[in-house]
Protein backbone atom coordinates (compact mmCIF):
# COMPACT_ATOMS: atom_id res chain seq x y z
CA UNK A 1 0.00 0.00 0.00
CA UNK A 2 1.11 3.42 -0.66
CA UNK A 3 0.42 5.99 2.29
CA UNK A 4 -0.98 9.73 1.83
CA UNK A 5 -1.46 11.17 4.61
CA UNK A 6 -3.14 15.01 5.32
CA UNK A 7 -38.37 2.51 -15.81
CA UNK A 8 -37.45 0.80 -12.94
CA UNK A 9 -39.73 0.17 -9.92
CA UNK A 10 -43.11 0.72 -9.45
CA UNK A 11 -44.22 3.09 -6.36
CA UNK A 12 -45.66 0.65 -4.19
CA UNK A 13 -46.72 0.62 -0.05
CA UNK A 14 -43.98 0.09 1.79
CA UNK A 15 -45.53 0.60 5.77
CA UNK A 16 -42.51 -0.64 7.48
CA UNK A 17 -44.70 -2.04 10.22
CA UNK A 18 -47.06 0.65 9.61
CA UNK A 19 -49.32 1.80 12.45
CA UNK A 20 -47.58 -0.57 14.74
CA UNK A 21 -45.34 2.03 15.13
CA UNK A 22 -47.27 4.75 16.22
CA UNK A 23 -47.79 4.07 19.45
CA UNK A 24 -44.59 2.90 19.75
CA UNK A 25 -41.95 5.88 18.86
CA UNK A 26 -41.42 8.65 20.98
CA UNK A 27 -40.81 11.21 17.77
CA UNK A 28 -44.79 10.66 16.65
CA UNK A 29 -46.66 13.69 17.17
CA UNK A 30 -49.86 12.53 18.74
CA UNK A 31 -51.36 15.56 19.39
CA UNK A 32 -49.93 18.14 17.36
CA UNK A 33 -51.77 21.06 18.46
CA UNK A 34 -49.53 21.22 21.54
CA UNK A 35 -46.35 23.55 21.61
CA UNK A 36 -44.89 22.01 24.34
CA UNK A 37 -44.14 18.03 25.01
CA UNK A 38 -44.32 16.47 28.48
CA UNK A 39 -40.65 16.69 28.96
CA UNK A 40 -41.01 20.46 28.56
CA UNK A 41 -39.01 21.15 25.33
CA UNK A 42 -40.16 24.72 24.19
CA UNK A 43 -39.09 25.43 20.45
CA UNK A 44 -37.84 28.81 19.48
CA UNK A 45 -38.61 27.77 15.43
CA UNK A 46 -41.68 25.45 14.77
CA UNK A 47 -42.45 24.49 11.37
CA UNK A 48 -44.69 21.97 9.71
CA UNK A 49 -42.82 19.76 6.91
CA UNK A 50 -45.07 17.53 4.46
CA UNK A 51 -43.50 15.13 1.85
CA UNK A 52 -46.21 14.81 -1.46
CA UNK A 53 -46.74 14.33 -4.65
CA UNK A 54 -46.70 17.15 -6.60
CA UNK A 55 -45.96 18.66 -10.46
CA UNK A 56 -43.14 20.71 -11.73
CA UNK A 57 -42.67 22.46 -15.24
CA UNK A 58 -39.18 21.32 -15.81
CA UNK A 59 -39.31 21.24 -19.14
CA UNK A 60 -41.92 22.87 -21.83
CA UNK A 61 -45.33 20.90 -22.30
CA UNK A 62 -46.59 18.85 -19.57
CA UNK A 63 -45.41 19.30 -16.41
CA UNK A 64 -43.18 16.95 -14.49
CA UNK A 65 -44.76 14.66 -11.59
CA UNK A 66 -42.24 14.69 -8.15
CA UNK A 67 -42.26 13.74 -4.76
CA UNK A 68 -41.76 17.35 -3.25
CA UNK A 69 -41.41 18.77 0.55
CA UNK A 70 -43.39 21.70 1.38
CA UNK A 71 -42.63 23.58 4.51
CA UNK A 72 -44.59 26.57 6.10
CA UNK A 73 -43.27 28.65 9.74
CA UNK A 74 -45.68 27.78 12.56
CA UNK A 75 -43.48 29.96 15.09
CA UNK A 76 -41.06 31.82 15.07
CA UNK A 77 -38.39 33.65 12.57
CA UNK A 78 -40.85 33.67 8.85
CA UNK A 79 -37.94 33.99 7.67
CA UNK A 80 -36.03 30.51 8.67
CA UNK A 81 -37.53 28.42 5.71
CA UNK A 82 -37.03 29.74 2.07
CA UNK A 83 -38.02 28.23 -1.17
CA UNK A 84 -35.88 27.51 -4.33
CA UNK A 85 -38.27 29.29 -7.46
CA UNK A 86 -39.95 27.06 -9.47
CA UNK A 87 -38.05 23.69 -8.42
CA UNK A 88 -39.24 20.25 -6.80
CA UNK A 89 -36.11 20.61 -4.30
CA UNK A 90 -36.58 22.66 -1.09
CA UNK A 91 -37.15 23.96 1.36
CA UNK A 92 -33.95 25.32 2.81
CA UNK A 93 -34.13 26.19 6.35
CA UNK A 94 -31.63 28.29 8.13
CA UNK A 95 -31.26 28.06 11.88
CA UNK A 96 -28.52 29.81 14.30
CA UNK A 97 -26.76 27.06 16.51
CA UNK A 98 -28.25 27.09 19.75
CA UNK A 99 -31.97 27.04 17.89
CA UNK A 100 -34.32 24.60 19.65
CA UNK A 101 -36.63 23.39 16.47
CA UNK A 102 -39.56 21.97 16.26
CA UNK A 103 -40.79 19.80 13.03
CA UNK A 104 -44.33 18.37 12.53
CA UNK A 105 -43.46 15.69 9.37
CA UNK A 106 -46.94 14.45 7.24
CA UNK A 107 -46.29 11.96 5.08
CA UNK A 108 -48.92 12.72 2.21
CA UNK A 109 -46.71 10.29 -0.01
CA UNK A 110 -48.37 6.71 -1.08
CA UNK A 111 -45.44 4.99 0.77
CA UNK A 112 -43.82 5.07 3.88
CA UNK A 113 -41.09 7.42 4.83
CA UNK A 114 -38.79 8.72 7.48
CA UNK A 115 -36.32 12.08 7.41
CA UNK A 116 -33.02 12.35 7.86
CA UNK A 117 -30.74 15.47 9.14
CA UNK A 118 -28.11 14.37 6.93
CA UNK A 119 -24.92 15.96 9.19
CA UNK A 120 -26.74 17.53 12.08
CA UNK A 121 -26.46 15.51 15.10
CA UNK A 122 -29.37 14.68 16.76
CA UNK A 123 -30.58 11.92 19.42
CA UNK A 124 -31.65 8.58 17.52
CA UNK A 125 -35.11 8.63 17.35
CA UNK A 126 -34.77 12.27 15.72
CA UNK A 127 -32.15 10.82 13.35
CA UNK A 128 -34.43 8.94 10.44
CA UNK A 129 -33.36 5.58 11.33
CA UNK A 130 -35.34 3.00 8.74
CA UNK A 131 -37.26 2.05 11.92
CA UNK A 132 -39.09 5.07 12.68
CA UNK A 133 -40.60 5.31 8.82
CA UNK A 134 -44.26 6.46 9.74
CA UNK A 135 -47.01 4.83 7.23
CA UNK A 136 -49.00 7.03 4.40
CA UNK A 137 -51.08 9.41 6.20
CA UNK A 138 -48.62 9.06 9.43
CA UNK A 139 -46.92 11.85 10.71
CA UNK A 140 -43.75 12.33 13.34
CA UNK A 141 -42.63 14.88 15.53
CA UNK A 142 -39.34 15.87 15.49
CA UNK A 143 -37.74 17.91 18.35
CA UNK A 144 -34.04 18.81 18.74
CA UNK A 145 -31.38 21.35 19.59
CA UNK A 146 -29.09 22.83 16.46
CA UNK A 147 -25.54 21.78 18.03
CA UNK A 148 -23.63 21.73 14.77
CA UNK A 149 -21.00 24.12 13.72
CA UNK A 150 -22.13 26.59 10.78
CA UNK A 151 -22.36 24.66 7.62
CA UNK A 152 -24.01 23.26 5.06
CA UNK A 153 -26.03 20.24 6.03
CA UNK A 154 -29.62 19.07 4.16
CA UNK A 155 -32.12 16.33 4.95
CA UNK A 156 -34.03 13.35 2.89
CA UNK A 157 -35.72 10.52 3.28
CA UNK A 158 -34.48 7.31 4.51
CA UNK A 159 -36.80 4.46 4.42
CA UNK A 160 -35.01 0.97 3.95
CA UNK A 161 -35.64 -0.42 0.36
CA UNK A 162 -37.13 3.31 -0.97
CA UNK A 163 -34.55 6.11 -0.02
CA UNK A 164 -32.89 6.01 -3.89
CA UNK A 165 -36.38 6.60 -5.22
CA UNK A 166 -38.00 8.84 -2.97
CA UNK A 167 -35.14 10.49 -2.90
CA UNK A 168 -34.78 10.51 -7.19
CA UNK A 169 -38.45 11.68 -6.85
CA UNK A 170 -37.66 15.09 -5.64
CA UNK A 171 -37.26 14.76 -1.91
CA UNK A 172 -34.37 17.06 -0.40
CA UNK A 173 -33.79 20.10 1.20
CA UNK A 174 -30.93 21.85 2.77
CA UNK A 175 -30.45 22.57 6.38
CA UNK A 176 -27.91 25.34 6.79
CA UNK A 177 -26.02 26.59 10.18
CA UNK A 178 -24.56 29.98 10.81
CA UNK A 179 -23.19 30.48 14.43
CA UNK A 180 -21.25 33.66 16.37
CA UNK A 181 -17.83 32.41 14.95
CA UNK A 182 -19.10 32.39 11.06
CA UNK A 183 -20.81 36.18 11.33
CA UNK A 184 -17.40 37.42 12.51
CA UNK A 185 -16.12 36.62 9.51
CA UNK A 186 -18.12 38.93 7.68
CA UNK A 187 -18.27 36.44 4.45
CA UNK A 188 -20.97 36.89 1.15
CA UNK A 189 -24.01 36.56 2.67
CA UNK A 190 -27.68 37.56 1.04
CA UNK A 191 -27.84 37.05 -2.92
CA UNK A 192 -24.15 36.11 -2.52
CA UNK A 193 -24.41 33.12 -0.60
CA UNK A 194 -25.77 30.54 -2.91
CA UNK A 195 -26.72 27.31 -2.34
CA UNK A 196 -26.48 24.97 -5.34
CA UNK A 197 -27.46 20.86 -5.33
CA UNK A 198 -26.54 19.28 -8.54
CA UNK A 199 -28.65 16.00 -9.98
CA UNK A 200 -28.34 13.75 -12.75
CA UNK A 201 -32.02 12.85 -13.94
CA UNK A 202 -33.44 11.10 -16.75
CA UNK A 203 -37.01 11.85 -18.74
CA UNK A 204 -39.49 9.89 -20.65
CA UNK A 205 -40.86 11.98 -23.56
CA UNK A 206 -43.95 13.46 -22.01
CA UNK A 207 -41.38 14.88 -19.29
CA UNK A 208 -42.11 12.31 -16.84
CA UNK A 209 -38.78 11.00 -14.80
CA UNK A 210 -37.61 7.74 -15.55
CA UNK A 211 -35.76 5.45 -13.20
CA UNK A 212 -33.92 2.70 -13.17
CA UNK A 213 -32.72 1.97 -10.16
CA UNK A 214 -34.63 -0.98 -9.30
CA UNK A 215 -37.09 -3.20 -10.91
CA UNK A 216 -37.21 -6.98 -11.64
CA UNK A 217 -34.90 -9.09 -14.09
CA UNK A 218 -31.47 -8.76 -15.09
CA UNK A 219 -31.40 -4.91 -16.13
CA UNK A 220 -32.99 -3.79 -12.80
CA UNK A 221 -30.64 -5.81 -10.73
CA UNK A 222 -27.58 -4.25 -12.46
CA UNK A 223 -28.96 -1.00 -11.88
CA UNK A 224 -28.59 -1.37 -8.20
CA UNK A 225 -25.69 -2.96 -8.44
CA UNK A 226 -23.99 0.12 -10.13
CA UNK A 227 -26.19 2.72 -8.98
CA UNK A 228 -28.34 5.09 -10.85
CA UNK A 229 -26.62 7.70 -13.37
CA UNK A 230 -29.32 10.05 -15.45
CA UNK A 231 -28.65 11.85 -18.59
CA UNK A 232 -29.70 15.62 -17.67
CA UNK A 233 -27.84 17.28 -15.03
CA UNK A 234 -30.69 20.08 -13.10
CA UNK A 235 -29.01 22.24 -11.07
CA UNK A 236 -31.59 23.55 -7.83
CA UNK A 237 -34.00 21.40 -10.05
CA UNK A 238 -33.64 23.28 -13.59
CA UNK A 239 -31.74 22.35 -16.49
CA UNK A 240 -29.03 24.25 -18.08
CA UNK A 241 -28.82 26.30 -15.19
CA UNK A 242 -27.31 29.69 -15.28
CA UNK A 243 -25.81 32.09 -12.43
CA UNK A 244 -26.10 35.79 -12.80
CA UNK A 245 -23.48 37.50 -10.71
CA UNK A 246 -22.18 40.72 -9.41
CA UNK A 247 -18.53 41.57 -10.00
CA UNK A 248 -18.52 40.81 -6.25
CA UNK A 249 -16.79 37.91 -4.28
CA UNK A 250 -19.26 35.17 -3.71
CA UNK A 251 -19.74 32.23 -1.37
CA UNK A 252 -21.30 29.46 -3.10
CA UNK A 253 -22.73 25.65 -1.28
CA UNK A 254 -22.64 22.73 -3.58
CA UNK A 255 -24.18 19.73 -2.60
CA UNK A 256 -24.15 16.77 -4.86
CA UNK A 257 -27.51 15.18 -4.61
CA UNK A 258 -27.31 12.65 -7.06
CA UNK A 259 -27.89 9.02 -6.34
CA UNK A 260 -24.84 7.61 -7.55
CA UNK A 261 -23.26 10.22 -9.79
CA UNK A 262 -19.53 11.58 -8.98
CA UNK A 263 -18.73 14.68 -10.35
CA UNK A 264 -15.08 16.40 -10.83
CA UNK A 265 -16.20 20.10 -10.69
CA UNK A 266 -13.63 22.73 -12.62
CA UNK A 267 -13.62 25.76 -14.66
CA UNK A 268 -13.54 26.19 -17.85
CA UNK A 269 -10.72 28.58 -17.99
CA UNK A 270 -8.70 26.26 -15.34
CA UNK A 271 -9.11 28.71 -12.52
CA UNK A 272 -8.23 27.29 -9.35
CA UNK A 273 -10.83 26.93 -6.63
CA UNK A 274 -10.68 27.78 -2.68
CA UNK A 275 -12.34 25.87 -0.59
CA UNK A 276 -14.06 27.50 2.62
CA UNK A 277 -15.53 24.61 4.06
CA UNK A 278 -17.05 20.91 3.38
CA UNK A 279 -19.37 18.73 5.09
CA UNK A 280 -18.96 19.59 8.91
CA UNK A 281 -18.71 23.66 8.10
CA UNK A 282 -15.78 26.00 7.73
CA UNK A 283 -12.48 24.92 6.91
CA UNK A 284 -9.44 26.10 9.75
CA UNK A 285 -8.22 27.90 6.74
CA UNK A 286 -9.16 28.62 3.20
CA UNK A 287 -7.44 25.51 0.92
CA UNK A 288 -7.04 25.51 -2.80
CA UNK A 289 -7.76 22.99 -5.61
CA UNK A 290 -7.43 22.31 -9.32
CA UNK A 291 -11.15 20.65 -8.84
CA UNK A 292 -13.03 19.21 -6.55
CA UNK A 293 -14.28 15.89 -6.53
CA UNK A 294 -17.77 15.76 -5.28
CA UNK A 295 -18.96 12.34 -3.71
CA UNK A 296 -23.10 11.53 -3.23
CA UNK A 297 -23.97 13.70 -0.40
CA UNK A 298 -20.61 15.70 0.26
CA UNK A 299 -20.76 19.38 0.09
CA UNK A 300 -18.06 21.72 -0.33
CA UNK A 301 -18.20 25.34 0.50
CA UNK A 302 -16.40 27.87 -2.28
CA UNK A 303 -15.39 31.77 -2.41
CA UNK A 304 -15.40 32.41 -5.78
CA UNK A 305 -14.15 36.10 -6.27
CA UNK A 306 -15.75 37.45 -9.30
CA UNK A 307 -14.48 41.07 -8.84
CA UNK A 308 -11.71 40.52 -10.97
CA UNK A 309 -13.47 38.91 -13.97
CA UNK A 310 -14.62 41.39 -16.63
CA UNK A 311 -17.99 42.65 -17.30
CA UNK A 312 -20.41 40.43 -19.29
CA UNK A 313 -17.88 37.58 -18.97
CA UNK A 314 -18.99 34.21 -18.70
CA UNK A 315 -17.76 31.06 -17.08
CA UNK A 316 -18.69 27.20 -17.29
CA UNK A 317 -18.43 25.07 -14.41
CA UNK A 318 -17.62 21.48 -15.86
CA UNK A 319 -17.18 18.14 -14.46
CA UNK A 320 -14.29 16.43 -15.79
CA UNK A 321 -13.81 13.18 -17.14
CA UNK A 322 -12.38 10.16 -14.98
CA UNK A 323 -11.69 6.28 -15.71
CA UNK A 324 -15.15 4.44 -14.64
CA UNK A 325 -13.58 1.70 -12.16
CA UNK A 326 -10.09 1.51 -10.26
CA UNK A 327 -9.00 -2.33 -10.74
CA UNK A 328 -10.82 -4.19 -13.75
CA UNK A 329 -14.52 -3.40 -12.26
CA UNK A 330 -16.84 -1.19 -13.65
CA UNK A 331 -18.93 1.46 -13.18
CA UNK A 332 -22.47 2.76 -13.65
CA UNK A 333 -21.28 4.16 -16.87
CA UNK A 334 -19.27 0.94 -17.79
CA UNK A 335 -20.20 -1.13 -20.70
CA UNK A 336 -22.00 -4.00 -19.57
CA UNK A 337 -23.76 -1.06 -16.94
CA UNK A 338 -24.92 0.65 -20.01
CA UNK A 339 -25.76 -2.21 -21.78
CA UNK A 340 -27.86 -3.93 -18.48
CA UNK A 341 -29.49 -0.69 -17.16
CA UNK A 342 -26.61 0.50 -14.43
CA UNK A 343 -27.81 4.09 -16.20
CA UNK A 344 -27.97 2.95 -19.95
CA UNK A 345 -28.35 7.02 -20.03
CA UNK A 346 -25.44 7.82 -22.72
CA UNK A 347 -24.20 10.53 -19.78
CA UNK A 348 -21.53 7.60 -18.31
CA UNK A 349 -20.01 7.99 -14.79
CA UNK A 350 -17.23 9.45 -15.62
CA UNK A 351 -18.34 11.23 -18.68
CA UNK A 352 -17.76 15.19 -19.08
CA UNK A 353 -20.28 17.62 -19.14
CA UNK A 354 -21.35 21.46 -18.37
CA UNK A 355 -23.01 21.63 -14.94
CA UNK A 356 -23.66 25.15 -14.97
CA UNK A 357 -23.21 28.61 -16.67
CA UNK A 358 -22.35 31.67 -14.44
CA UNK A 359 -22.52 35.55 -16.41
CA UNK A 360 -20.63 38.37 -14.67
CA UNK A 361 -22.75 41.24 -14.03
CA UNK A 362 -21.91 44.81 -15.77
CA UNK A 363 -21.51 46.45 -12.26
CA UNK A 364 -18.67 48.05 -10.69
CA UNK A 365 -16.03 45.60 -9.17
CA UNK A 366 -15.97 45.37 -5.45
CA UNK A 367 -13.10 43.12 -4.17
CA UNK A 368 -13.14 42.02 -0.58
CA UNK A 369 -10.78 39.84 1.42
CA UNK A 370 -11.28 36.39 2.29
CA UNK A 371 -9.86 35.91 5.96
CA UNK A 372 -6.68 33.71 6.47
CA UNK A 373 -8.06 32.03 9.58
CA UNK A 374 -11.53 31.07 9.21
CA UNK A 375 -12.34 28.51 12.33
CA UNK A 376 -10.94 27.23 15.27
CA UNK A 377 -10.13 23.06 14.64
CA UNK A 378 -8.64 21.16 17.21
CA UNK A 379 -6.13 19.35 15.98
CA UNK A 380 -6.56 15.33 16.61
CA UNK A 381 -4.31 12.61 15.92
CA UNK A 382 -4.97 8.72 16.09
CA UNK A 383 -3.25 8.40 19.66
CA UNK A 384 -6.31 10.23 21.00
CA UNK A 385 -8.44 6.78 20.34
CA UNK A 386 -8.07 4.01 22.90
CA UNK A 387 -7.93 1.69 19.54
CA UNK A 388 -4.94 3.46 17.75
CA UNK A 389 -2.75 0.98 17.51
CA UNK A 390 -5.58 -1.47 15.95
CA UNK A 391 -8.41 0.21 14.44
CA UNK A 392 -11.86 -1.39 13.58
CA UNK A 393 -12.24 -2.73 10.56
CA UNK A 394 -15.01 -2.21 7.90
CA UNK A 395 -14.53 -3.60 4.36
CA UNK A 396 -16.13 -3.63 1.49
CA UNK A 397 -17.76 -6.87 0.35
CA UNK A 398 -19.59 -7.86 -2.46
CA UNK A 399 -20.64 -11.72 -3.43
CA UNK A 400 -24.07 -13.21 -5.21
CA UNK A 401 -24.92 -9.71 -7.11
CA UNK A 402 -25.06 -7.75 -3.75
CA UNK A 403 -22.65 -5.35 -1.78
CA UNK A 404 -22.49 -5.42 1.87
CA UNK A 405 -19.94 -4.58 4.86
CA UNK A 406 -17.99 -7.14 6.45
CA UNK A 407 -20.07 -9.80 4.41
CA UNK A 408 -23.30 -8.33 6.23
CA UNK A 409 -26.08 -6.60 4.89
CA UNK A 410 -29.03 -4.58 6.72
CA UNK A 411 -31.16 -5.99 8.94
CA UNK A 412 -33.56 -3.21 10.98
CA UNK A 413 -32.18 -4.01 14.47
CA UNK A 414 -29.07 -6.27 14.52
CA UNK A 415 -25.98 -4.72 15.80
CA UNK A 416 -22.71 -7.43 15.67
CA UNK A 417 -20.74 -7.65 18.52
CA UNK A 418 -17.84 -5.24 16.55
CA UNK A 419 -20.66 -2.66 15.69
CA UNK A 420 -21.04 -1.53 19.53
CA UNK A 421 -18.93 1.30 20.80
CA UNK A 422 -19.15 3.13 23.69
CA UNK A 423 -20.04 6.59 24.60
CA UNK A 424 -17.60 9.10 25.47
CA UNK A 425 -14.99 7.17 23.55
CA UNK A 426 -13.06 8.09 20.75
CA UNK A 427 -11.94 5.63 17.99
CA UNK A 428 -10.18 4.61 14.84
CA UNK A 429 -12.04 3.16 12.23
CA UNK A 430 -10.91 2.09 9.08
CA UNK A 431 -12.96 1.93 5.74
CA UNK A 432 -11.47 -0.94 3.31
CA UNK A 433 -12.33 -1.09 -0.44
CA UNK A 434 -10.14 -3.41 -2.20
CA UNK A 435 -12.54 -5.79 -4.08
CA UNK A 436 -10.96 -3.89 -6.86
CA UNK A 437 -11.10 -7.34 -9.53
CA UNK A 438 -13.74 -9.04 -11.50
CA UNK A 439 -17.16 -7.19 -12.28
CA UNK A 440 -18.45 -7.13 -8.77
CA UNK A 441 -15.49 -4.53 -8.08
CA UNK A 442 -13.68 -1.49 -8.93
CA UNK A 443 -16.27 0.78 -7.68
CA UNK A 444 -15.55 3.83 -5.46
CA UNK A 445 -18.53 4.00 -2.49
CA UNK A 446 -19.46 6.94 -0.75
CA UNK A 447 -19.89 6.09 3.17
CA UNK A 448 -21.52 8.04 5.22
CA UNK A 449 -22.10 7.72 9.76
CA UNK A 450 -25.22 8.59 10.89
CA UNK A 451 -24.88 10.38 14.44
CA UNK A 452 -21.43 11.62 14.32
CA UNK A 453 -18.61 13.80 12.53
CA UNK A 454 -15.13 12.74 11.77
CA UNK A 455 -11.92 13.60 10.60
CA UNK A 456 -9.88 11.78 8.23
CA UNK A 457 -6.32 10.74 9.11
CA UNK A 458 -4.98 8.88 6.09
CA UNK A 459 -5.53 7.30 2.86
CA UNK A 460 -3.64 4.58 1.31
CA UNK A 461 -3.88 2.99 -1.90
CA UNK A 462 -2.72 -0.43 -4.00
CA UNK A 463 -0.34 0.19 -6.26
CA UNK A 464 -2.53 -1.52 -8.92
CA UNK A 465 -5.36 0.66 -8.54
CA UNK A 466 -3.43 3.97 -7.90
CA UNK A 467 -4.04 5.40 -11.29
CA UNK A 468 -7.69 5.45 -11.08
CA UNK A 469 -6.81 6.60 -7.58
CA UNK A 470 -5.29 9.61 -8.40
CA UNK A 471 -7.35 10.61 -11.38
CA UNK A 472 -9.37 12.56 -8.61
CA UNK A 473 -7.36 13.02 -5.75
CA UNK A 474 -6.20 15.63 -6.53
CA UNK A 475 -9.94 17.27 -5.68
CA UNK A 476 -10.24 15.61 -2.13
CA UNK A 477 -10.81 17.87 0.26
CA UNK A 478 -10.18 16.14 3.60
CA UNK A 479 -9.25 19.06 5.77
CA UNK A 480 -11.89 20.13 8.57
CA UNK A 481 -15.12 17.94 10.09
CA UNK A 482 -16.52 15.28 7.70
CA UNK A 483 -19.55 13.02 7.15
CA UNK A 484 -19.47 11.26 4.20
CA UNK A 485 -15.94 9.69 2.47
CA UNK A 486 -15.51 8.69 -0.55
CA UNK A 487 -13.47 5.70 -0.53
CA UNK A 488 -11.39 4.72 -4.06
CA UNK A 489 -10.91 0.80 -5.34
CA UNK A 490 -8.13 -0.51 -3.69
CA UNK A 491 -8.21 2.21 -0.79
CA UNK A 492 -8.24 1.96 2.78
CA UNK A 493 -9.39 5.41 4.76
CA UNK A 494 -8.84 5.95 8.13
CA UNK A 495 -11.13 7.72 10.11
CA UNK A 496 -11.16 9.48 13.54
CA UNK A 497 -14.48 9.53 15.39
CA UNK A 498 -15.92 10.99 18.60
CA UNK A 499 -18.52 9.10 20.20
CA UNK A 500 -19.65 11.91 22.52
CA UNK A 501 -23.19 13.07 21.92
CA UNK A 502 -26.08 10.89 22.03
CA UNK A 503 -26.52 7.00 22.71
CA UNK A 504 -28.65 5.19 20.49
CA UNK A 505 -28.30 2.76 17.34
CA UNK A 506 -27.49 4.57 13.95
CA UNK A 507 -26.20 3.25 10.55
CA UNK A 508 -23.40 3.65 8.85
CA UNK A 509 -23.80 2.70 4.78
CA UNK A 510 -22.95 3.78 1.63
CA UNK A 511 -24.23 6.79 -0.10
CA UNK A 512 -24.54 5.31 -3.48
CA UNK A 513 -28.40 5.31 -2.80
CA UNK A 514 -29.48 2.35 -4.80
CA UNK A 515 -26.18 0.12 -2.56
CA UNK A 516 -27.82 1.22 0.62
CA UNK A 517 -31.50 0.55 -0.39
CA UNK A 518 -30.06 -3.17 -1.64
CA UNK A 519 -28.30 -3.73 1.99
CA UNK A 520 -24.71 -1.95 2.14
CA UNK A 521 -26.13 -0.83 5.48
CA UNK A 522 -25.18 -1.53 8.82
CA UNK A 523 -26.39 -0.26 12.46
CA UNK A 524 -23.95 0.43 14.82
CA UNK A 525 -24.38 1.09 18.63
CA UNK A 526 -23.55 3.90 20.86
CA UNK A 527 -23.79 2.34 24.35
CA UNK A 528 -23.81 4.71 27.61
Given at each position: MTTITHTGRRYFLGLLGGTALIGAVPGIALAADKTTTASGFKPDLEIELRAAPDQVGIWSGRPTSVWRYQAKVMKGDAHAVTTLPESYLGPIIRVHKGTKIRIHFYNDLPQASVVHWHGLIVPEVMDGHPRYAIPPGGKYLYEFEVGNRAGTY?????????????????????????????????????????????????????????????????????????????????VNGHPDYTLTAERKPYRLRFLNGSNSRIYKLAWDDGSPFTVIGTDGGLLAAPVSRPYVTLAPAERIELWVDFSSRKAGEELTLRSLSFPVSGGGGMMGGGMMGGMMGGGGSGLANGAEFSVLKVKVGKGVAQAEKLPERLSIIAAVTPQQAGNFKSPRI???????????????????????????????????????????????????????????????????????????????????????????????????????????????????????????????????????
Open positions: WFHPHPHGHTGEQVYGGLAGLFIVTDDEERALKLPDGERDVALVIQDRSFTRDNQLRYTGGGQGMGGMMGRMNGFTGDQILFSVTAGRMQWGLNGRVFEMEEVADDEIVKLGTTEVWQLENEATMGMMGGMPHPIHVHGVQYRILERSVHPAAMSGWSSLSAGFVDEGWKDTVLVMPGERVQLLLRFNNYPGLFVYHCHNLEHEDMGMMRNFQIKA
